[in-house]
Each structure stands twice: as C-alpha cells, then as structure tokens.
C-alpha cells in the first residue's frame, strides 16, 4: 500500500523529501489525464510528472511508438538513425518559418539543466565572454552552473561556492516589483535598469555571454514576462550582440499555446533550450536548437552519454503528429481560457494575491491579506485539500506559496471543469 511503499523510501533514498513529503502517494498506473496509486484510488492529474506527460499518461499511440522503436533500436550514441532523422525534421517543423533554415540542433543529456549547460557553453564559445545575465525568480536546474544561474535563492542557500559571473537583474513580477512600482506606470523599468547596466563601463556588468531568460517563470510561480519587457530584452540584446537564450524546458511543446512561448512575444531568439515534454511519454531527451552563426564550437565540446535516445525519438515524432492531428495547441488555449475563468473568480477572496498564467500553466499566488506576506501554509493546505478530494496539484514560487497546475495538454473540457471545482473549493475552505 501506499503508506508502506513510502516508509521504505524514505529509509532509502533522499527523493523521498520532495514530492511525496507533500503528496503522500505511491502511483501504479497512469492513464491519460489520471493516475492510480497502489490503492486504487484514482487522481485527476494536474502534475503531469512536472509538465513531462504532455499528451497524459500512456497515450496509446506513443505506447506504440515507443514498443515499435524497442523492438529495433533503443541507444544509438551520436550515429544517424531513421528515428532521430525524423525527430529532427518533426520537431524543426514546428519552429516558426523564418527560423527553420537557419538553426542547428544539439541533443545534449537527458536532462533539461543539461541543455542550459551546452546553452551557456555555446555562447561562452562563440562570443568568448563568460558573464551570464540571469533574471531573479528564474530556475534553469540542479547542476553546479544551472543551480548558480537560477534567480530561486531558497534552492542554492546551502550550496557555497556557486559558478561566478552570473549576473541578476529584476524580472517583470508586477505582482511582487522588487523595487514596489505599479505595473501600468512603470514603463517596464526592470529592463531599462538591464540597458543601463549593459552600457555603463564604469559600475556596470560585462558585456555577457548570454542572456538566459524564461518567457513563463515555471518554478518561479508562473510567471508570464510582460510582453513590453521581452521585447526590450530583444532588441537590447540584438542591438549590443549579446546571444538570447530562452529557456524553454517548461514553456515549450504547447504548453502555452504555441508551440514555443517566445511567438506569442514576437521575438526570435538565438538559443532555444527544450526538454520535459518534447517526447510527450516520460522518455528522457533535451535539446538545445540555435542560430547556425553561433555553431563555432569544436565537434565533441558537449557530449554525454545518454544523446541517442532512440525510444524518445520515436515518441516526439509521434508526439508532434499528433499535436498537428489532434489541434493540441487550440485545445491547449481552449482549456486555458476555461481554466482563467474559473480560477480568476478567486480574486475576491483577500487571500488570493494573484491568479496568473498561459495556456495551460496557471499558477494561485496566496498571500496573507494584511501583511502581503506568502501564504506558504495555506499554499500546501490547499494541495493537501485537492488531494484529500482527488486533484493532483503543485507548488511553487516564493515560498512555495503558488499553487500551480500544469494539465496534460490533451485534458478534456469535464476534466478541467472537475479540477478547477475541486481547487476552488480547496481555496474557499479558508486558511488553516
Ligand atoms: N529550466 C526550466 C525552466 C525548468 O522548469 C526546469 C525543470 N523544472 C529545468 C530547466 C531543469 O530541467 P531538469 O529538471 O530536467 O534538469
């Protein structure tokens, strides 16, 4: 049962202080837009095994793919191969017309932090420089340099020594501006305080190698940017010759409503990081897809073992046909206005801070009515009500004080309905 499972994780290994602290549950089997655990008991999942399973659980038809592809090559290192030849041209189909012709892709490691690492090599290479700009609030993984490049201070507290020359500047947070302007009078302030330390030789920072920057703050506590500050971003960037790369491991494959976020802002980027969804079943793979003139690196500069992962290729050719097939992008947007509306209800309740997100990635910031402070313990009480009522949901931000969702992309219209029911009410309960 459940309780047993977790007691002998908890003797053995270390995981067992994230997720399961919270969400006391051993899974058994997962289908579509809901998971068993090891008691029967069923859950609409709202996790998606952090935004990986972006077509649900055991879609049958990247079952198929996936067993297809096991009967006749599982790793092929860097050698071509017929499924990786058709994963490279599905997965370039998708970028916007202009940018197809002249991008490269890079299978890095399995793991998204291991494609913001190749990111940041291949722009350190190609511009010779070795400052990072990062933005506070930001997350870009768990490796020495992602962790130290990631703006959540609470995650790398106890970590000393991070890699130097990471430079922070303000995110566009209205709900939380770190310098407390008002969003519809601040003239996105955050970026010209950027601009002016890009060109101030006397107190500001180098020339960077990068810019890193996410388009939705996932574990930020969803986060959109506001689309005047991206654009600034851009052209800052262009105008100064500083390589932009999006990190778009949780933003990417759909999740916002194109297939990557940075459409909807009108920009183009020179490094594009993806990974979590891009397979669509949990086979791990991550990629870094960039503007050919930055391709000066040398043949082997980032390597790894785990690049040929032929059962992901299989599955994220699959994956992309049936997002054309299936309109999975208009159903994301679908789902997601029928989510905003039920969610931004909440905003009459003074503790609810803030309702915020894209497609289908929203975020319930909760925060104490008369001191602003996060409302972390109403945060995991909630979580822990969606539970207890059969709605698997997250936390994140500062403080873990967003409760985030963050549905398959295929869920149907009753199953959010459902969902969202079951949040609502996990709010309105009140505070512990
Ligand atoms: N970048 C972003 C935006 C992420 O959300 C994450 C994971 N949550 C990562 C990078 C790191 O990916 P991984 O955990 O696969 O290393």
Redesign the pocket.
Known sequence: CSTELLDRQQRWESNARTYSRHLPIALAEGSGSFVEDVDGNVFIDFLTG??VLSLGHNHPELVRAVTTQLGLLTHGLDFPTPAKDAFIEAQLSMLPAPMRDRVKMHFCGP????A?EAAIKLCKIATGRGDIVSFQG??????HA?LSLSGLLAQKRNVPNSMPGVHFFPYSSCARCPVGLAPDTCATNCVEYLERSLNDSNGGVPLPAAVLL?MVQ??GGIVPARADFVRRVRELTRELDIPLVV?????GCGRTGTWFAFEQYGIEPDVI?A??ALSGIGTPI?VIIYDAKLDTWAPGAHIGTFRGNQLAFAAGTEAVRIVRRDDILGNVRRRGEQIADRLTALLVNPWVHEVRGRGLMWGIELADPTTGQPASAFAAEVQSRALRSGLIVELGGRDDCVVRIMPPLNVEADVVDTACSILVDAVEAGHP
């Open positions: 952090a935004g793991t998204g932090a291991n913001v930001g997350f870009h993984g768990s490796t992602t996410e996932g574990e990190d778009e491991v949780q933003t990081v990974s979590k991550a």
